[in-house]
Each structure stands twice: as structure tokens, then as C-alpha cells.
């Protein structure tokens, strides 16, 4: 019942520092089955989800990973979405302190070879990596490898599949979509229990008293959300037969 008050307050509190007509611009980026538009994919659902509980209007527009960010960081948006600190290297925008999610990297090789359980497994292999995707530092000292880097991870997921390459780096949601999307999820296999990299989502908001009170009300609904059930029904995911238990 606390909870519940402390919610309503704080909502009310926000709403009176927007005016009524007003309408947020949250801007994203394409990810297989997280950002399909403006009106598919989870992070949508969950985002609109957010919103209307919270009775905010939003308009959310999809642009390319590096554009959305540049557009956020110029202030003509207020929020971006997924976020991770990466990008933000001189700024410290208000964020939600409810995270999207933990954006976990893995490796991925075909059922022939082994399960690669660390970068240290890696040397002297051809991996495959995605443009625009958030990497461990680890990758860079990696002795003897070949990085060969796709525009995407359903590239990737191809070249996996006929041997170009010995195995692919790429977060578990975006890879196993990628892989049912090329009809090539059953040629592959992971380790669930050995990400090589785990990153924070979040939503970030303008580094301003507006955007901090936006990130407070988003973080308060989010909360609730998970509380309740509604986060986990929007983001729920089976586990695939190419999982490692």
C-alpha cells in the first residue's frame, strides 16, 4: 500500500511539471525482436506500456544505433532507449535505476565444434562480430584472431552456419533471433551459464530537473511493473534447444 501511494505521488508530481498537451520524444534504434518500429518489438511494448501507466504521451521514433545517439546527445530528444554507459563517455544523463534488462554477450559455434566458454578459447579462431555492437575490451587482446565484422547478426548467423567463420559474439536475444530468422538456430549451440560481457540497459533521460523527474516517474512505473507480473509477461523468453544448461 506504501508502495502503491508513494507511486501515485509521484506521478502526480510529474504530471503537474508536464504540461498536458505535451508529448516526450523517446528515440531507439533497430534490434531483432527488442525494435522491430515504432510499434513492434518488446522494448516497444514495454516502453508504451510504461508510458500509459505512467499517463504520459510519447512519440517514439527508430533511427539508426549512431544517429539516435547523436540525436540524444544534441537534446532533440528526451530520452533514448536502450542505453548502456558506453554512450556517454563525457556527459551523465539521468537514467532509470530499473534496468531494461542486462545485455549479456556469448559465443556462439556450430553443434560440430566446441562450446567456447571465454574469449581465452578464442586465439587463434576467426570470430564474427556485428557493427555498432557494445564489446568487451577483452576482444582486443585476444592473440592470433581474425575479426570479421557483418552489418548484421543475421550475416553473421549465415556465415557461422557455413563454417566462414569459427564463432560469433553477439547479445542472447538479438543471436537467437537471428539465427530463427535464417533458419540456422538448430546448427548452433551456446552456453547459458558463461556470458563473455554483461552491460546494464537502462532508459536515459536529458541531464536536466525535467529529465530527471521524467527518469523518476519511469523508474517508479518500471518497478511496479516487475512487482506485478507486466514486465516479466512483455519480456518473457522461452529457452531455445541450442541453450546450454
Known amino acids: 500500500m506504501r508502495f ?3 507511486v501515485f505521488l509521484g506521478l502526480m508530481l510529474f504530471q503537474s511539471a508536464v504540461h498536458a498537451n505535451e508529448k516526450l520524444s523517446f528515440i531507439t534504434f533497430p534490434i531483432p525482436s527488442m525494435v522491430i518500429n515504432s510499434n513492434e518489438g518488446k522494448f516497444i511494448e514495454l516502453t508504451k506500456a510504461v508510458a500509459e501507466k505512467a499517463g504520459i504521451d510519447i512519440a517514439i521514433s527508430v533511427y539508426p544505433a549512431k544517429r539516435a545517439q547523436q540525436f540524444f546527445l544534441s537534446q532533440q530528444a528526451d530520452a533514448i532507449f536502450p542505453a548502456l554507459d558506453s554512450y556517454f563517455p563525457n556527459k551523465h544523463p539521468h537514467r532509470s535505476q530499473e534496468l531494461l534488462m542486462v545485455k549479456r554477450i556469448y559465443i556462439f559455434s556450430k553443434k560440430d565444434q566446441p562450446i567456447y566458454k571465454s574469449m581465452d578459447e578464442l586465439e587463434g579462431k576467426r570470430i564474427g562480430t556485428t557493427l555498432g555492437y557494445t564489446y568487451a575490451d577483452t576482444l582486443k587482446h585476444i592473440k592470433d584472431t581474425t575479426i570479421d565484422q557483418a552489418d548484421s547478426d543475421e550475416s553473421n548467423a549465415q556465415k557461422l552456419a557455413r563454417g566462414w567463420i569459427d ?3 553477439v547479445e542472447e536475444w538479438s543471436g537467437l533471433k537471428a539465427f530463427e530468422n ?3 538456430l538448430n546448427q548452433v549451440h551456446y552456453d547459458v551459464n558463461s ?3 554483461s552491460f ?3 532508459y536515459a533521460f536529458q541531464p536536466s530537473l525535467r529529465g530527471k523527474r521524467i527518469a523518476e516517474t519511469f523508474d517508479r512505473v518500471l ?3 516487475k512487482e506485478d507480473g ?3 509477461v512483455i519480456m518473457q523468453n522461452t529457452s531455445p534447444s541450442s541453450r546450454v544448461p
Do not use: G, N
Request: hydrophobic share 35%.
Open 4 to 6: 502503491q501511494t508513494a
Open 200 to 202: 546494464d540497459v537502462y
Open 230 to 232: 507486466s514486465y516479466q
Open 195 to 197: 556470458p563473455i560481457s
Open 167 to 169: 564463432a560469433f559474439l
Open 182 to 184: 535464417t533458419s540456422t
Open 223 to 225: 518497478r511496479q511493473m
